[in-house]
């Protein structure tokens, strides 16, 4: 099993940066896949950004491309979304997800069922942009 705690939420104004963390505990060596996912007020979970395994592959959404950066330090078991240039469309509960996956194409963000992937599951952090 594996535990994992968003935190970092706040409101933050338009343009302005955040970081989000997770802290994975628990048997954090079975997954090397993690993702944030994003549930905006009245819509479906949707995948932000993703990084897998020890080469630290990275995607994210095309709404996020060039303003959001994840990473990941493994000694800390912490998983990272700094967010920069934050827009009105950015607000939702953040959620941290992991999964094990045998390579990359298994660690999906931009699929639509993306969520359906992941296995482990934060409580979420929420975030308000103001303008």
């Known amino acids: 099993q594996v535990r994992l705690v968003e935190s970092g939420g706040t409101s933050v104004q338009a343009g302005g940066t955040l970081r989000l963390s997770c802290a994975a505990s628990?048997?954090?060596?079975?997954?090397?896949?993690m993702a944030w996912f994003r549930r905006a007020p009245g819509m479906e979970r949707k995948g932000v950004a993703r990084?897998?395994?020890?080469?630290?592959?990275?995607d994210y959404a095309d709404s996020v491309k060039g303003r959001f950066t994840i990473s990941r330090d493994h000694a800390k078991n912490i998983l990272y979304l700094q967010m920069n240039s934050l827009k009105s469309e950015d607000p939702g509960i953040y959620y941290c997800a992991a999964r094990y996956s045998y390579d990359r194409w298994g660690c999906p963000v931009t699929r639509r069922d993306a969520r359906d992937a992941y296995n482990y599951w934060g409580q979420g952090t929420q975030v308000t942009v103001s303008s």
């Open positions: 990084i897998y395994g020890g080469i630290r592959s990275t």
């Open positions: 628990g048997s954090t060596l079975s997954v090397n896949c």
